[in-house]
């Protein structure tokens, strides 16, 4: 039953039947093909679900030099395996490098690995869940912002052709910490731009990627254990092999400063956390059976499993930072539609304030340095920073759910 093929192919399971980009990646091919082809590469977080989908668009292209980092020794050897069991081999050179990017290990590494002509930024703390408590906030900005500022240094540094990096769709009109940061890097990034060309990917949830709600629902079944989801948080979700796509077109096609999105149609629509449980359920063979309380449903798998069923608990959101829906542009972002068939260019004309992100860095800085922190005053630098920022803090966490 695990290898069910809407765990391999979750078109179906997100309501959609044709892949997203597939007439733009068609009209594009040659012009992508022969970059990658030309190409150097420093895939930076490489090992993580966007990353592997990344690395894997590139690999299948033979790419003239492809070098992967990740923290992530495990997922690292996955990948290796995978490429090899899937696409084999090419005649480029392919290595990888278990590497934190903001360490002194990774410094050397590119002062004798590189240059690279494009680098590729895809390590993230992507989870809300990560501003539960100051120290892990913190590590957030490390990895979100620091060492976005690291990695895109050494690459002017080393002339690199292009910097990419990952952003979210959290990152507009944030309610969490998590995409404020994101919105944050994406300011510095602005910053760089007089430096270097720079591009960003705002995208949706992508389906089954490591940690990912969906993901847990595989987890779950596995383990015999209740689904649990929220039935009022509407998301996009994407595939993992169109998160690929959509990073490399950004990185590869888009203008200094684009950020790249999905474009919103009738192949892209929003869709509750519980249904996608449902249809999940449904394919895997199994009637999803609603239950009032998280008690009931973990005292009732083997009752319902006996009978074809499988316990549910979907309830209302009320834990910080969890938007009702996803949204990838505001009112005042100035947009090319044109450009693609079904991404959306969000053009960055103005840069910001570098006093003001300068101010922050330091404050960042003075924090670190002093050993204390709290969470109070990260969100109070962090609205300074942002303005905009309306943080929803309702005092619960999800490590509090099930």
């Not at 959290?170 to 998590?178: D, E, L, S, Y």
């Amino acid at each position: 039953m695990e290898n069910w093929q809407l765990v391999n192919d979750c078109l179906s399971l997100i309501g959609r039947d044709v892949p997203l980009f597939r007439e733009d990646i068609a009209a594009w091919e040659p012009q992508i093909s022969a970059q990658v082809q030309e190409g150097s590469f420093l895939v930076i977080g490489g090992a993580g679900s966007i990353g592997q989908a990344v690395v894997k668009e590139l690999f299948k292209r033979s790419p003239k030099r492809l070098c992967v980092v990740d923290l992530s020794e495990n997922n690292m050897v996955e990948l290796v395996r995978d490429l090899r069991s899937s696409l084999g081999y090419i005649e480029g050179d392919f290595r990888t490098f278990i590497l934190d990017c903001g360490s002194r290990e990774f410094d050397v590494f590119l002062r004798h690995e590189g240059p690279f002509d494009y680098i590729l930024n895809l390590s993230a703390l992507k989870h809300v869940r990560s501003e539960r408590d100051p120290y892990t906030l913190m590590r957030m900005v490390e990895v979100n912002i620091l060492n976005t500022n690291h990695t895109v240094g050494h690459a002017v540094e080393q002339g690199a052709r292009k910097y990419f990096c990952v952003s979210t769709d959290k990152a507009t009109n944030p309610v969490n910490m998590m995409g404020a940061s994101k919105r944050i890097m994406e300011m510095f990034l602005v910053g760089w731009s007089e430096r270097i060309p720079v591009s960003t990917a705002r995208f949706a949830n992508v389906a089954f990627s490591d940690g990912s709600l969906l993901h847990g629902f595989r987890q779950r079944m596995a383990k015999r254990q209740p689904l649990s989801a929220p039935c009022d948080v509407r998301r996009y979700f994407i595939t993992p092999q169109e998160s690929g796509e959509l990073c490399l077109m950004s990185c590869l096609l888009g203008e200094n400063r684009d950020n790249l999105f999905p474009k919103l149609s009738e192949r892209l629509h929003l869709i509750t956390f519980a249904d996608v449980a449902r249809r999940y359920l449904s394919g895997m063979g199994y009637e999803p059976c609603e239950c009032a309380s998280e008690d009931e449903a973990r005292a009732r798998v083997d009752e319902l499993t006996k009978k074809g069923q499988w316990p549910c608990h979907f309830f209302r959101s009320d834990t910080t930072g969890e938007k009702g829906f996803e949204e990838f542009t505001t009112e005042t972002d100035a947009l090319d539609l044109h450009r693609f068939r079904s991404i959306g260019v969000i053009k960055n004309e103005s840069v910001p304030d570098q006093c003001q992100l300068e101010r922050f860095s330091a404050e960042i800085t003075r924090m670190r340095s002093s050993g204390r922190w709290t969470k109070p005053e990260l969100v109070a630098l962090f609205r300074q920073t942002l303005p905009e920022f309306v943080h929803d803090e309702r005092n619960k966490s999800l490590d509090g759910r099930m």
